[in-house]
Protein backbone atom coordinates (compact mmCIF):
# COMPACT_ATOMS: atom_id res chain seq x y z
CA UNK A 1 0.00 0.00 0.00
CA UNK A 2 3.00 2.58 0.56
CA UNK A 3 4.34 2.17 -2.71
CA UNK A 4 1.13 2.87 -4.33
CA UNK A 5 1.04 5.61 -2.34
CA UNK A 6 4.51 6.93 -3.43
CA UNK A 7 3.90 5.90 -7.54
CA UNK A 8 0.54 8.19 -7.08
CA UNK A 9 1.93 11.32 -9.04
CA UNK A 10 -2.02 12.69 -8.62
CA UNK A 11 -1.45 13.60 -4.92
CA UNK A 12 -4.39 15.82 -3.74
CA UNK A 13 -4.92 18.50 -7.01
CA UNK A 14 -5.44 21.67 -6.25
CA UNK A 15 -5.05 21.92 -2.31
CA UNK A 16 -1.66 23.86 -2.94
CA UNK A 17 -2.92 26.27 -4.80
CA UNK A 18 -6.30 26.65 -2.12
CA UNK A 19 -3.45 26.88 0.33
CA UNK A 20 -1.68 29.33 -1.78
CA UNK A 21 -4.63 31.55 -2.22
CA UNK A 22 -5.88 31.54 1.32
CA UNK A 23 -2.22 32.53 2.74
CA UNK A 24 -2.24 35.37 0.14
CA UNK A 25 -5.54 37.05 1.15
CA UNK A 26 -4.76 36.11 4.88
CA UNK A 27 -1.36 38.00 4.52
CA UNK A 28 -3.32 41.19 2.42
CA UNK A 29 -5.89 41.52 4.50
CA UNK A 30 -3.87 41.58 8.01
CA UNK A 31 -1.59 44.25 6.22
CA UNK A 32 -4.42 46.38 5.47
CA UNK A 33 -6.28 45.68 9.02
CA UNK A 34 -2.11 47.24 10.37
CA UNK A 35 -2.33 49.78 8.43
CA UNK A 36 -5.73 51.12 9.80
CA UNK A 37 -4.41 50.90 12.90
CA UNK A 38 -1.23 52.80 12.75
CA UNK A 39 -2.89 55.13 10.55
CA UNK A 40 -5.31 55.65 13.53
CA UNK A 41 -2.66 55.97 15.63
CA UNK A 42 -0.60 58.33 13.67
CA UNK A 43 -3.50 60.95 13.45
CA UNK A 44 -4.53 60.87 17.09
CA UNK A 45 -1.52 62.81 18.28
CA UNK A 46 -0.39 65.77 17.47
CA UNK A 47 2.94 67.45 18.58
CA UNK A 48 2.81 71.04 20.48
CA UNK A 49 5.36 73.68 20.53
CA UNK A 50 6.25 76.84 22.43
CA UNK A 51 7.27 80.23 20.78
CA UNK A 52 8.57 82.29 23.25
CA UNK A 53 8.67 86.32 22.70
CA UNK A 54 11.32 87.09 23.78
CA UNK A 55 14.02 84.72 23.78
CA UNK A 56 16.54 86.41 24.81
CA UNK A 57 16.03 88.36 28.27
CA UNK A 58 18.34 89.63 30.32
CA UNK A 59 18.34 88.71 34.53
CA UNK A 60 15.53 90.48 36.63
CA UNK A 61 12.03 90.16 37.32
CA UNK A 62 9.99 90.32 34.00
CA UNK A 63 6.90 88.93 32.00
CA UNK A 64 7.49 86.39 28.90
CA UNK A 65 5.07 86.05 26.32
CA UNK A 66 4.56 82.53 24.95
CA UNK A 67 2.39 80.98 22.05
CA UNK A 68 1.68 77.71 22.01
CA UNK A 69 0.62 76.09 19.07
CA UNK A 70 0.01 72.55 17.25
CA UNK A 71 1.88 71.23 14.44
CA UNK A 72 -0.08 73.15 11.47
CA UNK A 73 0.65 76.38 13.41
CA UNK A 74 -2.70 76.91 15.22
CA UNK A 75 -3.17 78.36 18.62
CA UNK A 76 -3.87 75.71 21.36
CA UNK A 77 -6.32 76.69 24.04
CA UNK A 78 -5.94 75.19 27.32
CA UNK A 79 -2.12 74.14 27.41
CA UNK A 80 -0.24 74.88 30.63
CA UNK A 81 3.13 76.63 29.57
CA UNK A 82 5.71 75.71 32.44
CA UNK A 83 9.26 77.69 32.93
CA UNK A 84 11.54 76.43 35.73
CA UNK A 85 15.41 76.83 35.69
CA UNK A 86 17.76 75.71 33.30
CA UNK A 87 21.45 76.72 33.89
CA UNK A 88 19.87 80.37 34.79
CA UNK A 89 17.90 80.39 38.23
CA UNK A 90 14.02 81.38 39.45
CA UNK A 91 12.63 80.92 42.71
CA UNK A 92 10.40 77.66 41.79
CA UNK A 93 8.52 76.84 38.44
CA UNK A 94 6.39 79.11 36.68
CA UNK A 95 3.11 78.22 35.03
CA UNK A 96 0.21 79.90 33.35
CA UNK A 97 -2.84 78.47 30.94
CA UNK A 98 -3.25 79.28 27.84
CA UNK A 99 -6.36 81.35 26.34
CA UNK A 100 -8.03 81.41 23.15
CA UNK A 101 -5.17 82.77 21.61
CA UNK A 102 -2.68 80.16 22.51
CA UNK A 103 -0.89 83.16 24.18
CA UNK A 104 0.23 82.97 28.17
CA UNK A 105 2.11 85.38 30.14
CA UNK A 106 4.61 84.51 32.55
CA UNK A 107 6.55 86.28 35.23
CA UNK A 108 9.76 84.87 36.10
CA UNK A 109 12.70 86.45 38.08
CA UNK A 110 15.93 85.14 36.55
CA UNK A 111 19.13 85.10 38.36
CA UNK A 112 22.12 83.99 36.73
CA UNK A 113 25.02 82.05 39.09
CA UNK A 114 28.30 83.86 40.06
CA UNK A 115 30.79 84.24 37.45
CA UNK A 116 28.03 83.03 34.66
CA UNK A 117 27.64 85.20 31.67
CA UNK A 118 24.18 83.48 30.41
CA UNK A 119 22.30 81.13 30.83
CA UNK A 120 18.91 79.09 30.03
CA UNK A 121 15.01 78.50 31.06
CA UNK A 122 13.65 75.52 30.01
CA UNK A 123 10.38 76.03 29.11
CA UNK A 124 7.69 73.01 28.39
CA UNK A 125 4.03 72.17 27.90
CA UNK A 126 1.67 70.58 29.34
CA UNK A 127 -1.07 69.48 26.62
CA UNK A 128 -4.91 70.51 27.60
CA UNK A 129 -6.53 67.27 29.72
CA UNK A 130 -8.67 64.93 27.32
CA UNK A 131 -6.84 66.42 24.00
CA UNK A 132 -4.99 64.33 21.42
CA UNK A 133 -2.32 66.38 21.83
CA UNK A 134 1.46 65.19 23.03
CA UNK A 135 4.97 67.53 23.76
CA UNK A 136 7.95 65.16 23.48
CA UNK A 137 10.20 67.40 21.74
CA UNK A 138 12.20 70.13 23.47
CA UNK A 139 10.87 73.36 22.78
CA UNK A 140 13.07 76.73 22.76
CA UNK A 141 14.50 77.47 25.69
CA UNK A 142 15.17 81.42 27.18
CA UNK A 143 18.34 82.70 26.77
CA UNK A 144 18.92 84.92 29.79
CA UNK A 145 22.44 87.41 29.37
CA UNK A 146 24.25 88.86 31.74
CA UNK A 147 25.20 92.03 29.46
CA UNK A 148 21.68 92.47 28.46
CA UNK A 149 22.02 95.94 28.05
CA UNK A 150 24.77 95.39 25.08
CA UNK A 151 22.59 92.99 23.07
CA UNK A 152 19.55 94.73 22.92
CA UNK A 153 20.89 97.85 21.44
CA UNK A 154 21.96 96.09 18.28
Given at each position: ??????????????????????????????????????????????????????????????????????????????????????????DGVATEKTGGDGAATVHVDAELGANREDGTLVVDVKPPAGSSFVDRRENTNVLVVQDWARYSES
Open positions: MLDTFRSDTRAIEGLPVRLVVALVVGVASMSVMLNMLSGVQGLATSELDVKPTPDVVGPGAQDLDFTVVDHEGNPVEGATVIVKSGTAEI
